[in-house]
């Protein structure tokens, strides 16, 4: 007889090689050559990453390996690839990639979309949900609903539309967040928050801190690693605003999220601090993404202006001309809705998606992808892949008419958690805008867009560019003042219409 433990040695030993043979004999995807050492950092884009890495989609294939200094990054760039393995294998893809400087020391490891896949990420994940299932965000409706009357309101004698924009984008998630309507854009909170996100994204750039590369260095005295400082000088500024916005927050009259998850039995397990950072954090996630793409469909509606009068033909038909479109309104509106399908896939704001990381060695195809490699879902590329649309260039929301919607918000366990607020937002902005304005450049001829129209940022938006908005007739303009005057602006009220609404849905809000 063969003693157990000599039995179990050999089954490692077997397991062992057969893994290792496995894992020699598979190959990575291929990509462009390496250098020794570098890989192909000298290649490594310094921004607008998107572009270079469509090239490389185009030519290797839907699936491309660099080295970047050692660093495994695949560029996965289509939509059947994407969805294989970062929405099947979501319990493999669904980590980041490491971010000393950033996540590590600006923010103490606080911020969800940056935290590796693992127990204390999923906590605070369980801890958001309730907040923002499809259920929920379609009762925060009245606070969308007032917030896009102030903004169809003030657009009447501005044609600043950057700015009214982020307003209500802010002012959405504000509301819901911490109870506190933003109702000129210059408060300090937001002022404030627009610092800390500019410190982040100089706290994210590839390639700019040490730290990043040689995370030992870490242990270095303070006097040795002057990025400490501005690290906690940094968090101190946003860990103050989170606070601030927290305790400000459970003062306030009406519910709130952050009465809400003071009382989730999730919070027990955390700090007040951790709690703040996740209330901040979905904020900061709000304002500038619906910002953006909003004026991305400005942009679209002066580059290709032949589909407003579609949809406007739409909006006439349903809605008529004594009243706003309501959200009721858009399910019998299918132009609408490809309008706003198209509008993501045209021009997306983070084109080269947010990446993902890899929790473990996994196979496609043939190929090895390693455990803690860089993901990039490339959106650009799965976006304009001609093989899907025709003419990708051109704004053609007819291209979406009787088709499902596609995934705009990202993958596996790392979705947009704020997706069903964030559509709910551009909709009715979108069919309340072209209800209300004729949108036109400002010397009435088209816009010819193409990718040197786009900041080159991690987030790319359209560089500036001005629009005129001009309310369809005196009859529009005057439905736009009246809805306005007639809103009801208490928030208080407003966010207990938003619960009271919710436990009609069968919800239970814990606060
Ligand atoms: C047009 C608006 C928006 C777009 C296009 C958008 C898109 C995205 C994308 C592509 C991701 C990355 C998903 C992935 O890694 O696979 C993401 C993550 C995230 N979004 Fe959004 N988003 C929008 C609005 C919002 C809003 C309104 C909120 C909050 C209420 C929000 C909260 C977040 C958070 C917290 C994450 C991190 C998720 C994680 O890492 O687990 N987003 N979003």
């Not at 099947?88 to 020391?105: D, F, G, H, T």
Request: include cysteine.
């Amino acid at each position: 007889m063969i003693p157990a433990t000599i039995l179990l040695a050999i089954s490692v030993f077997c397991g062992l090689y057969l893994y290792n043979q496995s894992r020699r004999r598979a190959k990575l995807p291929p990509g462009p050559p390496r250098l020794p050492i570098i890989g192909n950092l000298h290649q490594a884009p310094a921004d607008a990453g998107w572009v270079t890495f469509r090239n490389w989609v185009e030519k290797y294939g839907p699936l491309v390996a660099v080295d970047f200094g050692g660093t495994n990054v695949i560029i996965v760039g289509d939509y059947d690839t994407a969805r294989d393995l970062l929405d099947k294998k979501a319990n493999i893809y669904s980590s980041r990639p490491r971010m000393v400087m950033a996540q590590e020391l600006v923010c103490k490891n606080q911020h969800i979309m940056f935290k590796p896949f693992e127990e204390d990420f999923l906590l605070h994940q369980r801890l958001e949900a309730s907040v923002l299932s499809p259920r929920a965000s379609a009762c925060y409706t009245p606070v969308q609903d007032l917030e896009s009357k102030q903004l169809l309101m003030n657009m009447l004698s501005s044609n600043d539309f950057p700015k009214q924009f982020e307003r209500f984008s802010a002012s959405v998630v504000y509301t819901t967040t911490f109870g506190l309507r933003i109702v000129t854009g210059e408060e300090w909170q937001l002022q404030t928050s627009h610092q800390c996100l500019k410190n982040m994204v100089l706290a994210g750039q590839v390639g700019a801190w040490i730290i990043d590369a040689l995370p030992f260095l870490n242990y270095l005295p303070k006097p040795l690693a002057p990025w400490k400082k501005t690290a906690e000088d940094w968090y101190e500024v946003w860990a103050k605003l989170h606070i601030t916005n927290l305790k400000d927050a459970l003062r306030r009259p009406g519910w709130n999220w952050a009465k809400d998850f003071k009382n989730a039995k999730e919070a027990e397990e955390m700090t007040e601090m951790e709690l703040a950072w996740d209330l901040g954090v979905l904020c900061d996630a709000g304002v500038e993404t619906t910002n953006i793409q909003l004026q991305i469909f400005v942009l679209a509606c002066l580059a290709y202006p032949d589909f407003i009068a579609k949809a406007q033909k739409e909006l006439d038909k349903i809605v008529g001309l004594d009243r706003l479109p309501e959200f009721e309104d858009l399910e019998k509106m299918p132009y609408i809705q490809a309008v706003v399908e198209e509008n993501f896939r045209w021009r997306h704001i983070v084109p080269a998606g947010i990446p993902h990381a890899t929790t473990q060695d996994d196979y496609y195809k043939g190929y090895l992808i390693p455990k803690g490699s860089t993901i990039i879902p490339l959106f650009i590329a799965m976006r304009q892949d001609k093989r899907l649309f025709d003419s990708p260039l051109d704004f053609l929301p007819e291209r979406w008419l009787g088709k499902p919607q596609a995934n705009n918000f990202g993958y596996g366990r790392r979705v947009c958690p704020g997706r069903f607020i964030a559509r709910n937002s551009l909709s009715i902005v979108i069919a309340r805008f072209l209800w209300a304005f004729n949108i036109r450049s400002k010397n009435g001829k088209r816009l010819l867009v193409d990718e040197s129209s786009f900041t080159t940022g991690f987030v790319s938006g359209p560089k500036p560019f001005e629009a005129v908005f001009e309310p369809r007739s005196k009859k529009h303009r005057r439905v736009i003042e009246e809805s306005y005057k007639v809103a009801d602006k208490d928030t208080a009220r407003l966010m207990s219409q938003v619960r009271k609404m919710q436990e009609g849905v069968g919800l239970n809000p814990r606060a």
